[in-house]
T-cell receptor, first 111, second 107 residues
Framework: EAQVTQNPRYLITVTGKKLTVTCSQN?????MSWYRQDPGLGLRQIYY???????DKGDVPEGYKVSRKEKRNFPLILESPSPNQTSLYFC??????????FGQGTRLTVV | GQQVMQIPQYQHVQEGEDFTTYCNSS?????IQWYKQRPGGHPVFLIQ?????EVKKQKRLTFQFGEAKKNSSLHITATQTTDVGTYFC???????FGKGTSLLVTP
């Protein structure tokens, strides 16, 4: 089954404690991206990657890091999370900007 | 990236009424995609439009891409409670999303 898998689905953490949200896709898609969703602000792009070892900043990259060492994986790293990073996060993948497939989402709370 | 603005932000209709959401850009768009996100769910792809003036239909949903490729619309005829959710437009290779239109349908 074609899918994008994010883990964890829910996470509560404390300010400053490094965390990683994993994202994996099994469709051999070149393109992957991370979004955060906040009420009234829609889906804002954090980072995207057009292929292995190629990443670029989206609209709200501050406080986040990503890596693309393998085609299937695109982890999102928060080195020092802060409460303003409390949000719903989505990973997505697509083939060259065509239909995007989204993960189930990760609801992150930073206290 | 290709920035898109969406209106309205919210729409509340009675079941059976029509609904339209609009997506606008100040620049020419290479393509436009539409997604639907049910409450508590993740965005799901509905359709992609590429050609100037293109119109596509999916049952009660009609999608249009403007002649100048700077705007698009999604029209739902005779809404049903199953249409509840947030509808997003997105554009560009990097898929920049609009803020979405949240549709509430009252039985």
């Amino acid at each position: 089954e074609a899918q994008v898998t994010q883990n964890p689905r829910y996470l509560i953490t404390v300010t400053g404690k490094k965390l990683t949200v994993t994202c994996s896709q099994n469709m051999n898609h070149e393109y992957m991206s991370w979004y955060r969703q906040d009420p009234g602000l829609g889906l804002r792009q954090i980072y995207y990657s057009m292929n292995v070892e190629v990443t670029d900043k989206g609209d709200v990259p501050e406080g986040y890091k990503v890596s693309r060492k393998e085609k299937r994986n695109f982890p999102l790293i928060l080195e020092s999370p802060s409460p303003n990073q409390t949000s719903l996060y989505f990973c997505a993948s697509s083939y060259r900007g065509a239909e995007a497939f989204f993960g189930q989402g990760t609801r992150l709370t930073v206290v | 990236g290709q920035q898109v603005m969406q209106i309205p932000q919210y729409q509340h209709v009675q079941e059976g009424e029509d609904f339209t959401t609009y997506c606008n850009s100040s620049t020419t768009l290479s393509n436009i995609q539409w997604y639907k996100q049910r409450p508590g769910g993740h965005p799901v792809f509905l359709i992609q439009l590429v050609k100037s003036g293109e119109v596509k239909k999916q049952k009660r949903l009609t999608f249009q891409f403007g002649e100048a490729k700077k705007n698009s619309s999604l029209h739902i005829t005779a809404t049903q409670t199953t249409d509840v959710g947030t509808y997003f437009c997105a554009s560009g290779y990097a898929l920049n999303f609009g803020k979405g239109t949240s549709l509430l349908v009252t039985p």
